[in-house]
């Protein structure tokens, strides 16, 4: 298991660059232990994993594809790559550029290479399909001509150098994110699809709070982080819409935006999802919900355009079904119906803000977690499987953001999905715990 104490930092986020077929999908899924994405041979197979959990050592990171579609022809790769890298150095920390011993140094390499080390982000230089290290190293050394720094020689498909590859990673980490760790105020990022209302909505937040916004680019990420003061309380908001890309390609527009979310998700207490209320919620606003889910963090729904719905006494309790039903995933999100062109129901989103950071930070007992965890067990049977019956000792609170409970059991087996739910409930009627994702981790512990 991964130590909690980590939960609280936000991970730093990598991301691979490199032409097609150079094997970024082969590194990206041994690198994610497991094999994500569908690697085949030809280009233009669209992977829909575009992002994975990385831990080595005691690091855990994030890890990006930047791939997506990928060209046919010779200048097409060229520009493909430069906006590809372009997403690379607005979103991570660290930027693994992946290149090919056997099609040996390309032009486009190159050119990609001067884009990537006038970032001044960590570059880091990796010659794949080197299969034999004695008989490949003489064309390793030809790769130092990029000038961006020693070339970490590897076989994703061998799995050789692996280990070597992510320790030169991680050693880019020790500096990272240690300013953002002493700022204590909440940061909210607004996600959602383009065109949703989410630029709208942030100067909406700023007009109305006659605020001095400082548009510093957020310092280790390009991100534009905003500042507001709401009842003498200050919150950072990280603002997901900034970037417009003039972009062709539904597809590859699509993932930018999800390549964006996940970077501003991982920085964030609170995700406000802005979805658009004539549209309702579409598949990438699911994808999107799920990222924040996955992370844990506090979710607030902001319905936006809702001035634009015609409306009788049932529009809301049907519009929050639909909302419900299709992320049913996530039922302990707030919802809230919001029209950022004219004002309506702004001023709730910092009430709501602070609940929800209140709940993902939110310690109980481990005596009251004891007896609602008794009672449950009273009320309804745990499960039995070939005449064991599962045993629940003890429950204890491991961490916050998002509260994180572990619960020792006699048999790892018998603890039910189902069950895990159940108790879950339980601990929500209690304490409620509104906008936030709870964790439970089963651990087996030895009848005496």
């Given at each position: 298991m991964q130590s909690l104490e980590g939960a609280e930092m936000s991970k730093p986020v990598v991301a691979i660059v490199g032409r097609p077929n150079v094997g970024k999908s082969t590194l990206f899924n041994v690198l994610a232990g497991e094999r994500i994405s569908i690697v085949q041979d030809t280009p233009g197979v669209t992977r829909d994993r575009i992002y994975a959990e990385v831990s080595w050592l005691n690091y855990n990171f994030t890890l990006i594809d930047t791939g997506g579609i990928e060209p046919d022809s010779g200048d097409l790769i060229l520009s493909r790559m430069r906006e590809q890298a372009q997403i690379a150095i607005d979103t991570a920390d660290v930027i693994v550029f992946i290149t090919d011993v056997r099609q040996g140094l390309v032009d486009s390499d190159a050119k990609v290479a001067d884009m990537l080390r006038r970032s001044q982000k960590p570059i880091l230089l990796v010659v794949n399909k080197v299969d034999d290290f004695q008989k490949y190293m003489p064309d390793v050394y030809e790769f130092y001509n990029l000038g961006i720094g020693d070339p970490v020689p590897v076989s994703a498909a061998s799995k050789l150098g692996i280990g070597d590859l992510l320790d030169e990673i991680t050693k880019h980490f020790d500096g990272l994110g240690s300013e953002e760790q002493e700022d204590e105020r909440p940061r909210i990022a607004i996600v959602g699809k383009p065109n949703v209302g989410k630029s709208s909505l942030i100067n909406k937040l700023t007009g109305e709070n006659r605020v001095i916004v400082s548009d510093i680019a957020g310092t280790t990420r390009d991100a534009i982080d905003t500042d507001i003061r709401y009842n003498g309380r200050e919150y950072v908001f990280i603002d997901t819409a900034g970037l417009r890309r003039k972009n062709k390609i539904k597809e590859e527009l699509e993932?930018?935006?999800?390549?964006?979310?996940?970077?501003?998700?991982?920085?964030?207490?609170?995700?406000?999802?802005?979805?658009?209320?004539?549209?309702?919620?579409?598949?990438?606003?699911?994808?999107?919900?799920?990222?924040?889910?996955?992370?844990?963090?506090?979710?607030?729904?902001?319905?936006?355009?809702?001035?634009?719905?015609?409306?009788?006494?049932?529009?809301?309790?049907?519009?929050?079904?639909?909302?419900?039903?299709?992320?049913?995933?996530?039922?302990?999100?707030?919802?809230?119906?919001?029209?950022?062109?004219?004002?309506?129901?702004?001023?709730?989103?910092?009430?709501?803000?602070?609940?929800?950071?209140?709940?993902?930070?939110?310690?109980?007992?481990?005596?009251?977690?004891?007896?609602?965890?008794?009672?449950?067990?009273?009320?309804?049977?745990?499960?039995?499987?070939?005449?064991?019956?599962?045993?629940?000792?003890?429950?204890?609170?491991?961490?916050?953001?998002?509260?994180?409970?572990?619960?020792?059991?006699?048999?790892?087996?018998?603890?039910?999905?189902?069950?895990?739910?159940?108790?879950?409930?339980?601990?929500?009627?209690?304490?409620?715990?509104?906008?936030?994702?709870?964790?439970?981790?089963?651990?087996?512990?030895?009848?005496?």
């Open positions: 993932r930018f935006s999800i390549i964006r979310a996940v970077t501003a998700v991982e920085r964030a207490d609170v995700v406000i999802l802005v979805i658009d209320a004539t549209e309702g919620v579409t598949e990438q606003d699911a994808k999107i919900a799920g990222i924040a889910h996955e992370r844990g963090k506090g979710i607030i729904i902001a319905v936006n355009k809702w001035d634009a719905i015609e409306k009788d006494d049932k529009t809301i309790y049907r519009h929050t079904e639909k909302i419900r039903q299709i992320l049913s995933f996530m039922p302990y999100a707030e919802i809230l119906f919001i029209s950022a062109k004219t004002g309506q129901r702004i001023g709730k989103i910092f009430e709501l803000i602070d609940v929800v950071i209140e709940n993902n930070s939110m310690r109980v007992a481990t005596g009251v977690l004891n007896e609602i965890m008794a009672e449950a067990v009273a009320m309804q049977q745990p499960p039995t499987d070939k005449g064991k019956r599962l045993k629940l000792y003890y429950i204890t609170q491991a961490a916050v953001k998002p509260p994180t409970f572990v619960i020792f059991v006699n048999d790892k087996k018998l603890m039910h999905f189902s069950y895990t739910r159940y108790l879950e409930n339980q601990i929500r009627q209690a304490f409620g715990f509104k906008g936030t994702s709870l964790k439970f981790i089963i651990r087996e512990r030895k009848e005496n």
